[in-house]
Nanobody, 118 residues
Framework: QVQLVESGGGLVQAGGSLRLSCAASGRTSSVNFMAWFRQAPGKERELVAHISWSFGITYYANAAKGRFTISRDNAKNTVYLQMNSLKPEDTAVYYC???????????WGQGTQVTVSS
């Protein structure tokens, strides 16, 4: 099992920045990918970005490209999401997720609220 704990959410004005953190514990050696998802009210959960744990290869959804940066600190078992130039449409609960392999993410954090005011 892998446990994930997010932090860093909050209220920010449009154009501002936030950095989310996700600390992993447990059988982290089995993790190959970590990701950030988000879910806005009334919408489905969507992938924001993911990163390969060993090589640091990243992927971004179109909405995140150029504004968000995903990174990891292997020594701290922590993944980050730096969010710049935030927009009201970025308002959502942001979830950290991890997987060993395959298509589905197996482990999820409890989520952290990000609210961007206009």
């Amino acid at each position: 099992q892998v446990q994930l704990v997010e932090s860093g959410g909050g209220l920010v004005q449009a154009g501002g920045s936030l950095r989310l953190s996700c600390a992993a514990s447990g059988r982290t050696s089995s993790v190959n990918f970590m990701a950030w998802f988000r879910q806005a009210p009334g919408k489905e959960r969507e992938l924001v970005a993911h990163i390969s744990w060993s090589f640091g290869i990243t992927y971004y959804a179109n909405a995140a490209k150029g504004r968000f940066t995903i990174s990891r600190d292997n020594a701290k078992n922590t993944v980050y999401l730096q969010m710049n130039s935030l927009k009201p449409e970025d308002t959502a609960v942001y979830y950290c997720a991890a997987k060993r392999s395959g298509l589905a993410y197996e482990y999820w954090g409890q989520g952290t609220q990000v609210t961007v005011s206009s």
